[in-house]
């Protein structure tokens, strides 16, 4: 559910599908992911002929960093935002990363030459939010997120699934049915 849903992938790189994964955590107030999204793209590109291993040690170290993790979030709110072109949007997000970090992106957001079935001179001047998906959304813009993601928010209705049991954090049936018959009461 939260995967990447698009079906194309026109950059050479894994950086922009990285990055709008990152503005849809954003955009979805799922911000420790979207900052710890922001924070791999940038430390990899600061940091570009590090090994794995010690990219999580430093990953993990800088995650405590309150300054660096202050400019992270403050640049998920200059993330270009995803009704603009393929195009337009790669070319703001280099120069928002290169403001923001001072960091050269272009040739991460590099476009393929040509992906089968699509004109890419065409496609880049397509809309980025036809082929790219919110992950934590449907089609019809609904979150589907856990309780804990969800804490704080106003919605219109909310379907929760539950058992029968009373294991774990589990809501048994006779609470919901109390609870239900509470609400009728307190409405006569």
């Known amino acids: 559910m939260l995967g990447n849903t698009s079906s194309i992938d026109p950059w050479k790189q894994h950086y922009p599908i990285a990055l709008l994964r990152a503005k849809h955590h954003f955009e979805t107030n799922a911000i420790k992911e979207a900052v ?11 940091h570009p002929a590090i090994e794995y291993h010690k990219m999580q040690t430093l990953e993990k170290e800088i995650a ?3 300054s660096f993790n202050g400019k992270l979030y403050s640049s ?3 993330i270009p935002s995803t009704s603009l072109s393929i195009q337009d949007w790669t070319n703001q997000c280099v120069q928002t990363l290169n403001n923001h970090f001072g960091i050269e992106t272009t040739p991460a957001f590099e476009f393929k030459q040509k ?9 880049k001047q397509q809309c980025v939010d036809l082929y790219f998906n919110k992950p934590a959304s449907t089609r019809h813009n609904i979150p589907i997120t ?3 993601q969800i804490k704080g928010a106003t919605l ?3 379907l929760y ?3 029968e049991s009373s294991i774990g954090e589990s809501v048994p049936s006779t609470t919901l049915n109390n609870l239900h018959l509470s609400l009728l009461k307190s409405n006569e």
């Not at 710890?36 to 600061?46: C, G, H, P």
Request: aromatic fraction near 18%; avoid cysteine.
């Open 115 to 123: 992906i089968n079935g699509y004109k890419m001179a065409d496609l």
């Open 76 to 78: 998920l709110f200059k």
């Open 146 to 148: 856990t309780i804990h």
């Open 64 to 66: 405590d960093d309150y």
């Open 161 to 163: 699934f539950f058992d």
């Open 36 to 46: 710890n999204e922001l924070r791999k793209i940038v430390l990899e590109f600061i």
């Open 156 to 158: 219109d209705a909310i």
